[in-house]
């Protein structure tokens, strides 16, 4: 049995969301629509799975149901930003977002028919967003319960549930994007085998920042590129992966590699009974759930000596999306961040940032990378 949500979700518009990680207030207003749009991937590829349909529990909606909600939401957020626009102060009709889904049955629709519907409705608000003129921000219409939104304050409280909702259905996104490298980790590996200027000049840092034989845990080694480059400057690196398909590989290739989830695996080091001098996670937590990262960073500090070095690079931006592309031909999970709450969240957890720095990615992206050292 679903228990109906009854709380009022307006204090989002305050303060940023303990759960789901999103901060309204900080909202950089001109990226609703493409976080609009990046929301709407996530919904296709998790209504691609064979469990889409499947309750994690009784009392949780499944994947499918909160995808017909997120539909619905669109739609009804569509409509109330056509009539700000249009109307001076209009009241919104009310709506039971829990009525809705026994009503409408969500649970024994379509997952692909729904798929297509998240797309066009989520494509529909973000063009209504991107309609509102400078001046029009401002004008307002009031909820039937009385609580009043600016146009503004209306994209950030929707912009909020389609981010919690994500969070909602997080638990398919690691296994997604881990059978993604999985299938094309081949592939991968004779994609990126040249370092980028940008990652040679971070390895560079990083190196300037330890001395000579520091042990270091690598998150994410991938097919192996950057733990080459870091022993060549006179490092030693303990390869990790969470995918099995990278060690398989680094362990053909000679090398000793664990298959390692920095979530929940033990991260003592096999080698020597002490904490390691540094950490490189070099566009690997990138895909970390914007509600594990704490955790993470947390356990890494833990496992870091005080004065250890960590890099981090995370893309710029809000939200997170699925995205197919270059070298891997399935999904991945990429979750975006800004520089000050990724500032926040390394002091929270243990680290102290030394800088952050801005590189550009291959597709128009824009990466933060971070040097921060072990409180």
């Given at each position: 049995m679903i228990e109906p949500d009854t709380k009022?979700?307006?204090?989002?518009?305050?303060?940023?969301?303990?759960?789901?990680?999103?901060?309204?207030?900080?909202?950089?207003?001109?990226?609703?629509?493409?976080?609009?749009?990046?929301?709407?991937?996530?919904?296709?590829?998790?209504?691609?799975?064979?469990?889409?349909?499947v309750r994690p529990a009784p009392h949780l909606w499944s994947p499918l149901e909160y995808a017909c909600h997120v539909r619905d939401v669109n739609r009804i957020f569509a409509e109330r930003v056509r009539l700000m626009l249009a109307e001076d102060q209009p009241t919104f009709d009310s709506w039971d977002q829990d009525r809705a889904a026994v009503d409408d049955d969500y649970g024994s629709q379509d997952p692909g028919k729904v798929a297509d519907e998240v797309a066009e409705a989520a494509e529909a608000v973000a063009a209504a967003y991107e309609s509102v003129a400078d001046g029009a921000w401002q004008r307002t219409g009031t909820r039937s319960n009385g609580h009043g939104f600016t146009v503004d304050s209306l994209a950030r409280y929707h912009l909020h549930d389609l981010v919690h909702h994500a969070h909602d259905v997080s638990h398919v996104t690691k296994r997604v994007t881990v059978a993604s490298y999985e299938a094309f980790a081949a592939d991968y590996r004779a994609g990126t085998d040249e370092m980028p200027e940008e990652v040679r000049a971070a390895v560079e840092r990083f190196v300037a920042a330890l001395d000579r034989g520091a042990r270091v845990l690598e998150i994410g080694s991938g097919p192996g590129r950057d733990a080459r480059a870091l022993e060549e400057a006179g490092l030693s690196v303990r390869r990790t992966d969470?995918?099995?398909?990278?060690?398989?590989?680094?362990?053909?290739?000679?090398?000793?590699?664990?298959?390692?989830?920095?979530?929940?695996?033990?991260?003592?080091?096999?080698?020597?009974?002490?904490?390691?001098?540094?950490?490189?996670?070099?566009?690997?937590?990138?895909?970390?759930?914007?509600?594990?990262?704490?955790?993470?960073?947390?356990?890494?500090?833990?496992?870091?000596?005080?004065?250890?070095?960590?890099?981090?690079?995370?893309?710029?931006?809000?939200?997170a999306r699925f995205s197919t592309h270059g070298h891997v031909g399935g999904p991945r999970h990429f979750t975006f961040w800004r520089e000050g709450q990724l500032r926040t969240l390394l002091e929270e957890t243990g680290w102290a940032v030394d800088e952050v720095l801005r590189s550009p990615g291959r597709r128009n992206e824009t990466w933060l990378d971070v040097r921060a050292s072990r409180r």
């Amino acid at each position: 049995m679903i228990e109906p949500d009854t709380k009022d979700w307006t204090w989002v518009l305050e303060r940023s969301c303990p759960e789901c990680g999103f901060d309204a207030p900080d909202l950089d207003r001109d990226r609703v629509p493409g976080a609009i749009r990046d929301n709407a991937t996530l919904w296709e590829v998790v209504l691609g799975t064979e469990d889409a349909a499947v309750r994690p529990a009784p009392h949780l909606w499944s994947p499918l149901e909160y995808a017909c909600h997120v539909r619905d939401v669109n739609r009804i957020f569509a409509e109330r930003v056509r009539l700000m626009l249009a109307e001076d102060q209009p009241t919104f009709d009310s709506w039971d977002q829990d009525r809705a889904a026994v009503d409408d049955d969500y649970g024994s629709q379509d997952p692909g028919k729904v798929a297509d519907e998240v797309a066009e409705a989520a494509e529909a608000v973000a063009a209504a967003y991107e309609s509102v003129a400078d001046g029009a921000w401002q004008r307002t219409g009031t909820r039937s319960n009385g609580h009043g939104f600016t146009v503004d304050s209306l994209a950030r409280y929707h912009l909020h549930d389609l981010v919690h909702h994500a969070h909602d259905v997080s638990h398919v996104t690691k296994r997604v994007t881990v059978a993604s490298y999985e299938a094309f980790a081949a592939d991968y590996r004779a994609g990126t085998d040249e370092m980028p200027e940008e990652v040679r000049a971070a390895v560079e840092r990083f190196v300037a920042a330890l001395d000579r034989g520091a042990r270091v845990l690598e998150i994410g080694s991938g097919p192996g590129r950057d733990a080459r480059a870091l022993e060549e400057a006179g490092l030693s690196v303990r390869r990790t992966d969470i995918t099995p398909a990278f060690v398989r590989m680094l362990r053909a290739d000679g090398f000793a590699a664990d298959v390692l989830d920095p979530l929940s695996d033990d991260l003592e080091d096999p080698e020597r009974d002490a904490p390691y001098d540094g950490v490189w996670a070099s566009a690997s937590l990138v895909h970390a759930r914007r509600e594990d990262l704490p955790t993470v960073l947390t356990r890494l500090a833990g496992a870091t000596r005080p004065g250890g070095v960590l890099h981090l690079a995370l893309k710029e931006g809000d939200g997170a999306r699925f995205s197919t592309h270059g070298h891997v031909g399935g999904p991945r999970h990429f979750t975006f961040w800004r520089e000050g709450q990724l500032r926040t969240l390394l002091e929270e957890t243990g680290w102290a940032v030394d800088e952050v720095l801005r590189s550009p990615g291959r597709r128009n992206e824009t990466w933060l990378d971070v040097r921060a050292s072990r409180r």
